[in-house]
């Protein structure tokens, strides 16, 4: 069996009847059907037989990948990635039977395809079929994945978010990775983190924050803004999580609606032609009708790192003033958590922009009760210096 970038043009003349069949029924089904099941590979009722058989695939991408097996399963299911015009694509997967955790990838991919096309970026997915082959490597390609087996649910989902969302970035945006590996490796990333816990509530992916909390600030750590062809030891937090904590930052101070209304614009503007990464400063700009050049600045233009300090506390009748100031330069929301003397906790925030024009903030905890802990930080929060994070009050 062959699969390729482009849609084959001659399934009555290469697939077995059998096949051809279940085929037919794919397209109208929008729960994964097996087109090759163990049965079809044990009987060889996979293909025409015949001594050649010619696979004629039309796309109109600008590269071309295929893959061929001749004991890999294959499931495909229909689903609808428009709906506007209802255009539907196929979503196909092809595997090694021994390799079980591809047996739900179908249901990881279209949950994916589905997300992107309706939610985030909510942009429909470009092309009329996706097919994720069970290889050697972690690779996208247009309407093709070359996806590695993997041992754990969590390394299956968060594998498949990662390169599913690929198609957008930079399939549909002709970005060039080469140059700027931020402008599609940091929205992967992102995409993983966003999509990964809607498929499974059970994950926290903080796939790459180990290293921005270790590696940021180093005198190797290059603006992200370098050209990738000349960097060493950062093109890895430059490509994936540092630009993906920048995207996550900005969604949290704009709001969802504007932050996915000005993500689309971008979208829309610039497909296939290849935008810059100052093309992109300057759209994002222009729809949320913001000025966020001292944030791109901090982020991709200057060195430096990241690190919130919780430098104060003072009390007064039934309030906390709590000061944090931003050491570094790189500007990251404050997320404070107070724990009260009843066990309880909440959480406070300020976003990204409270350090537009200063690197001193209070916060204002109103409260009858002792506080016993404060905390800053989450998940997301760059920080290279979490000692000063923590304070226990003295009463």
């Known amino acids: 069996m062959v699969w390729a970038t482009g849609d084959l043009q001659n399934p009555a003349e290469v697939l077995h009847e059998s096949v051809l069949k279940k085929w037919t029924l794919a397209q109208q089904s929008n729960k994964p ?9 044990q009987n060889k009722t996979v293909t025409v037989n015949k001594k050649f058989n010619t696979f004629q695939f039309k796309c109109t991408t600008p590269d071309f990948v295929f893959a061929v097996s ?16 209802m255009r539907k694509a196929l979503i196909s997967t092809a595997f090694n039977p021994i390799h079980k955790d591809f047996f739900e990838v179908n249901d990881f ?31 996208e390609y247009p309407m093709m994945i070359n996806d590695n087996p993997t041992t754990t649910r969590f390394d299956g989902i968060t594998l498949t978010t990662h390169e599913v969302f690929h198609q957008i970035f930079p399939f549909m945006m002709a970005t060039n990775q080469t140059k700027y590996a931020f402008m599609d490796e940091g929205w992967a990333t992102i995409g993983e983190w966003y999509i990964s816990p809607i498929i499974d ?6 796939y790459g924050m180990d290293r921005i909390n270790s590696d940021l600030g180093k005198d190797w750590d290059t603006p992200m803004i370098t050209n990738s062809t000349e960097l060493t030891k950062s093109l890895f937090i430059n490509s994936y999580p540092k630009p993906a904590l920048t995207f996550l930052y900005l969604w949290e ?20 032609k290849s935008p810059t990464p100052w093309d992109f400063f300057f759209s994002m700009n222009q729809s949320c009708g913001m000025n966020l050049n001292w944030f791109w600045k901090a982020w991709y233009f200057e ?27 790189k500007p990251v929301p ?17 976003t990204v922009d409270i350090w537009k024009n200063r690197n001193i903030t209070d916060v204002i905890i109103d409260t009858q009760q002792s506080i016993t802990k404060l ?18 009050p003295k009463e």
């Open 33 to 41: 059907v097996f087109l090759i099941d163990s049965a079809d590979i």
């Open 70 to 85: 001749n004991h890999y399963l294959w499931q495909a299911r229909d689903m609808v990635v428009d709906s506007v015009t």
């Open 109 to 139: 991919t279209a949950k994916t395809i589905e997300v992107m096309s309706f939610d985030f970026p909510g942009v429909a997915y470009p092309y009329s079929h996706l097919t994720v082959v069970d290889g050697r490597d972690q690779m």
């Open 201 to 206: 509530s059970t994950i926290v992916d903080d």
């Open 253 to 272: 101070m704009m709001g969802d609606s504007l932050f996915k209304k000005s993500l689309q614009h971008y979208i829309i503007t610039w497909m296939d």
């Open 303 to 329: 060195q430096g790192y990241p690190d919130l300090g919780i430098i104060g506390i003072n009390r007064l009748n039934y309030s906390y003033t709590v000061t944090i100031k931003s050491i570094g330069n």
């Open 334 to 350: 404050v997320h404070l958590t107070a724990t009260f003397a009843d066990g309880t906790k909440r959480k406070f925030t300020r």
């Open 375 to 392: 905390e800053l930080g989450d998940v997301y929060d760059a920080d290279v210096d979490k000692n000063n994070n923590v304070l226990v």
